[in-house]
């Protein structure tokens, strides 16, 4: 009997992350079939991003999965788990997989004992993973005790271009126009999945022109996940992809038009002009 997902989604803006442990003696055939990336090539004790695509191109959902010695565990925002494994599990078939969940709960931060970037670690019961510069994220088991701020660091995904897809922005981008690719979350040779074809159009044929950038916006300028980017003449240009409105100016992931980006001044929101435009994954 597979094990029931009882998710606390949290909010859309900020909502927790949650970890899926999949077992099973067919799970690397299985996931191998159903995502971006390529699992067999996941040394032990790593992990890498993916996506989860419909048939059309378009992601469902992004996730880091690392592989704990013949297990795997996903790790998503919980808001999107439940329709997540729901699909897959309808997938299954006779394959011998199953999906059990790990936890809902997630401090992301600097840790002086954080594994190195890209690799995965299980320490009891959580798993801490190293996301890079004494980063670690630790998914903790349920916790009946209240909580107001589930995942208070997203700050740190911000700065590190994670290609987060929430449900505002569910099927809205193709891999590429989140730089999935850039990030390792897509392969190009292995088999077929939901949507390869049309990834692998937009790839050789270079129909991507929108990219994720890091923008910068004035305090207390609103923004949240699927909200419009715009240019100088109201066009719109891109989407927000995340928002964190803690620091003293919002820090924000859009997917951007990149030749509107060089030569129009953005704005999100009818005062939300941008200060600083800076493509994610060169910082």
């Known amino acids: 009997m597979q094990t029931p997902l009882p998710f ?21 055939t299985f996931l191998n079939g159903q995502f971006t990336c390529d699992v067999t090539v996941l040394p032990d004790g ?13 992601l469902l959902a992004t996730f880091r999965i690392g592989r704990l010695a013949d297990t795997w565990v996903l790790q998503l925002p919980a808001t999107l788990a439940t329709d997540f494994v729901t ?31 890209g690799k995965i670690r299980r320490v009891g019961d959580h798993c801490v993973w190293g996301l890079g510069e004494g980063r670690a994220a630790v998914d903790m088991p349920p916790d009946p005790a209240p909580t107001t701020s589930p995942f208070p660091e997203w700050s740190v995904d911000i700065a590190l271009g994670a290609p987060w897809i929430l449900s ?62 715009s240019g100088a003449d109201d066009r719109p240009v891109g989407t927000v992809l995340l928002a964190d409105q803690g620091n003293a100016s919002a820090d924000v992931l859009a997917v951007v038009d990149l030749e509107a980006s060089r030569n129009q001044a953005l704005r999100v929101g009818p005062a939300g002009v941008i200060l600083a435009v800076r493509v994610a994954q060169d910082d």
């Open 8 to 28: 606390d989604p949290g909010t859309e803006a900020f909502p927790p992350l949650t970890s899926i442990l999949v077992e099973g003696r067919d799970g690397a």
């Open 46 to 58: 790593h992990w890498q991003w993916g996506g989860y695509c419909s048939p059309k191109g378009r």
């Open 87 to 117: 699909r897959l599990r309808r997938f299954v078939l006779r394959a011998k997989v199953t999906f059990t969940e790990l936890g809902t709960r997630c401090a992301a931060g600097r840790a002086p004992s954080a594994p190195a970037a």
């Open 168 to 229: 505002a922005t569910a099927e809205a981008f193709v891999p590429q126009m989140v730089d999935l690719d850039r990030q390792g979350g897509v392969s190009f040779s292995k088999g077929c999945y939901p949507g390869q074809e049309v990834v692998a159009r937009a790839r050789y044929l270079g129909e991507v022109k929108r990219h994720l950038l890091r923008l910068t916006l004035p305090t207390g300028t609103p923004a949240a996940p699927g909200d419009t980017v």
